[in-house]
């Protein structure tokens, strides 16, 4: 009995029960997903309202680690801190992985799969708003106290830093990434015109899935307001009397806000609901999910602000010169050609030069006849003097 009781107690006993279950509500590896950025954004050609920018510090985020935006032991992650993102466009958002092993060995996290959207991406898509890419859409099974889960929509996959050790509590940057900009300049162009002036046509695109209304244009006295549809261009003509050798920048004033949160929350002590899972992690052949955002409420937030931005792109349109100098070439080189298949077409003065010619021509003959038949009468009267004197 007292043999049975050492064998017992001297078979090492892991913590968590995960890599026989393949349950993930017995996992201890906990982890949870943050976003941070490390200072205000200093874009050229952007301009805001700084009063409206908010995001965690990265470092700050880093440096507190898991603890500090979790509780429940780690299952629950609190919303509203380092979750969300205010910027214009051109923001930094640095997605950041935080993690603690808690099973009481090591463990071999392969990949990483951030969250991006809800189940139903209509609902939340946060790629709507970021630069990001390479994300997949598709689902993601895994099983939590005895119930087989599937998590919906978008998704990225990083790779996991494999072996962890025990009682390891750390974090770092998946990918930074940035805040998109909804509206493109396709072209800035300007054409001197014969008043001294230069006519400008200015092309802009909405590149975004989202209307926007009430933006504005700027150029010196210039100004106009237009609205753009999903995908539409704006055309912005204007002439422009006595411009400067340096034409400066334009400005278009975007005052469409947008908000996307890719997570849902839970009801307290709820853990199987998808939508409110931000990263899930593969731990040897078993998917975990992270900790679950609870209350309900959205979190994983990026918001762009309402911002300006600036354009000094130019470009000098000569294309109507350019036609005009290969069409004159293009003429002058098929009259030269013409010129030397057919006759020359003449005039009043080529006309009468051409009869002086003619009549020229005939003199020259009609006095050649002449001369010949009088010298052949010259000829034969000579011949018959000389006959009549040799006859006597």
């Known amino acids: ?17 995960l890599d026989v279950s393949k349950d993930a509500s017995t996992n201890l590896y906990y982890h949870t997903v943050a976003l941070g950025s490390e200072s205000y954004p200093e874009i050229d050609d952007i301009q805001y309202i700084r009063s409206e920018f908010m995001a965690e510090n990265t470092s700050g985020i880093l440096s507190t680690g898991i603890s500090g935006y979790t509780d429940f032991d780690f299952t629950r992650r ?34 990483v799969d951030l969250i991006l959207s809800r189940n139903n991406k209509e609902s939340g898509n946060i790629t709507e708003v970021l630069n990001i890419s390479d994300f997949t859409e598709g689902n993601l099974l895994y099983k939590y106290s005895h119930q087989n889960l599937m998590k919906s929509g978008i998704y990225k996959e990083y790779a ?15 990918e930074t990434v940035s805040i998109n900009n909804p509206l493109e300049v396709e072209q800035a162009k300007f054409l001197r015109n014969s008043d001294k002036g230069i006519d400008i046509t200015i092309y802009i695109r909405n590149t975004s899935n989202e209307y926007l209304n009430n933006l504005v244009f700027k150029y010196l006295s210039h100004e106009e307001k237009f609205d753009l549809g999903v995908g539409e261009e704006h055309i912005v003509k204007f002439s422009l009397l006595n411009p400067k050798d340096e034409l400066g920048n334009f400005s278009i004033y975007n005052p469409n806000i947008k908000e996307v949160c890719a997570v849902y929350g839970s009801p307290f002590y709820t853990y199987t609901d998808t939508n409110a899972v931000g990263i899930l992690a593969v731990r040897e052949d078993a998917i975990v999910p992270g900790a679950v955002v609870q209350p309900a409420r959205e979190s994983i937030c990026i918001k762009r602000i309402a911002y300006t931005m600036l ?12 036609t005009e100098a290969v069409l004159g070439i293009e003429a002058d080189t098929i009259t030269e050609e013409k010129q030397s298949m057919v006759l020359p077409k003449t005039g009043k003065q080529n006309l009468v030069v051409y009869i ?3 009549v020229d021509v005939v003199l020259w003959y009609s006095l050649n006849i002449l001369r010949r038949k009088y010298e052949s009468k010259n000829v034969d009267s000579r011949l018959r003097t000389k006959s009549g004197k040799n006859a006597g």
Do not use: C, Q
């Open 1 to 17: 009995m007292i043999l049975y009781f050492f064998i017992i107690f001297a078979t090492p006993a892991y913590a968590d029960s």
């Open 356 to 358: 002086l010619l003619v």
């Open 78 to 111: 609190i919303p509203m801190v380092a979750d969300r993102i205010y910027g214009p466009p051109g923001t930094l958002v640095d997605i950041i992985y935080l993690f603690k092993n808690g099973t009481g060995h090591s463990v071999n996290i392969s990949k």
């Open 160 to 174: 996991g830093l494999k072996n962890i050790p025990t009682d390891t509590e750390n974090g770092y940057v998946l």
């Open 311 to 322: 354009y000094d792109n130019w470009i000098e349109d000569s294309s109507a010169e350019d």
